[in-house]
């Protein structure tokens, strides 16, 4: 499975920062020392006419020239500097590569992944809740660009976003978008206070625990499928928040990692049911230490890879 990363493109941050920005490095040194059946590859940024197809001119000239006003500043969690903005566009470039690789591989086992992305609070106009671009949002408008050139057909695309942040952003981007399906289960009383409602959203009460997850889990996705069999997609992004677990600063949750464990499982194993190519994305992680985040993380990459094996030799078979 290949994955990639944005790392030598640093953010410095102040002392006492509560973004863990550092568990990005700890993520692909932990990959690098024991890939196993995981490439690593760095991609490069996202040009400005792929961000246009998320955001708005306006908004991209101010994060690229450094005009963002204090209050965008504050919204989105961090000041302006220029490598806020070369990493926000590093990232974005994960993303879309990320995204590239699991549709060129197409049914035969498509799916990548990116050390990072999920930034899904940033919508069209403006960044929120650390995210300054939209990386699902704009890797989803350009791969259906380029599918419509190459195949002249519209390419359908699913958002699974379960960081345990509603994804209020990408459901703001694609809310009269029929081409993408937004499906996000979260906590319900968590940020952002005022949910951008999506094509399904599941709220979950604080203290949720893994049964209860699973149980709410599965009868969502069943509506998913459901509710996308007319158009079913061909291509889907996993965004696989580890702030739902136990350890997490922010998450309120209380999911195990042998939890979080099953609840990759079951997606990642109804897409390659479904052979629909998948990207998956790290998204959000606060743990009170930040190893813990890492080892979450670790572990969805792990059952890609897994997922993805499996995938591949079946349809060599």
């Known amino acids: ?42 991609a490069g940024p996202a040009s400005e006419g792929a961000l246009a197809l998320a955001h708005e001119p306006g908004y991209i000239a101010e994060v690229l ?14 000041a302006w500097t220029p490598a806020l903005a070369t990493r926000a566009l590093w990232s974005v470039g994960a993303t879309i590569a990320a995204a590239r690789t699991a549709l060129s591989a ?54 699974i976003d379960l960081d345990v942040h509603q994804g209020n952003g990408t459901a703001a981007i694609f809310a009269d978008d029929d081409s ?25 009460a604080d203290g949720c625990i893994d049964d209860a997850y699973l149980d709410a889990l599965r ?34 949750l209380k999911l195990s990692a042998a939890g979080l464990a099953r609840r990759d499982e079951i997606v990642l194993g109804a897409l390659r049911e479904r052979a629909i190519p998948a990207v998956v994305l790290m998204a959000g992680g606060y743990g009170r230490e930040v190893d813990t985040t890492v080892a979450v993380h670790l572990q969805t990459l792990r ?15």
């Open 1 to 42: 499975m290949i994955a990639y990363h944005f790392d030598p493109h640093i953010l410095p941050l102040p002392a006492g920062h509560r973004f863990p920005i550092g568990k990005y490095g700890r993520l692909r040194l932990r990959v690098e020392a024991e890939p196993r059946g995981i490439e690593l590859r760095i």
């Open 180 to 204: 993408v399906f937004t499906f996000s289960m979260h906590g319900e009383r968590n940020f952002p206070f005022r949910k951008c409602p999506g094509d399904l959203d599941v709220g979950l």
């Open 106 to 159: 197409g049914t035969d086992g498509g799916i990548s992944a990116s050390l990072g992305g999920g930034t899904h609070h940033a919508s069209a106009a403006r960044g929120s809740g650390y995210c300054v671009f939209n990386d699902v949002a704009v890797a989803a408008r350009l791969m259906q660009a380029q599918f419509n050139r190459d195949h002249r057909a519209l390419l359908q695309v699913l958002v």
């Open 219 to 252: 009868p969502a996705l069943d509506e998913v499928w459901a509710r996308t069999a007319a158009r079913p997609p061909g291509l889907a992004f996993y965004v696989a928040g580890a702030d739902a677990h136990e350890g997490d600063r922010l998450g309120r």
């Open 303 to 317: 059952i890609a890879e897994r997922v993805q094996g499996a995938w591949r030799q079946a349809t060599m078979a």
């Open 65 to 78: 020239n450094g005009t963002l006003s204090a209050a965008s500043q504050r919204e989105i969690g961090f």
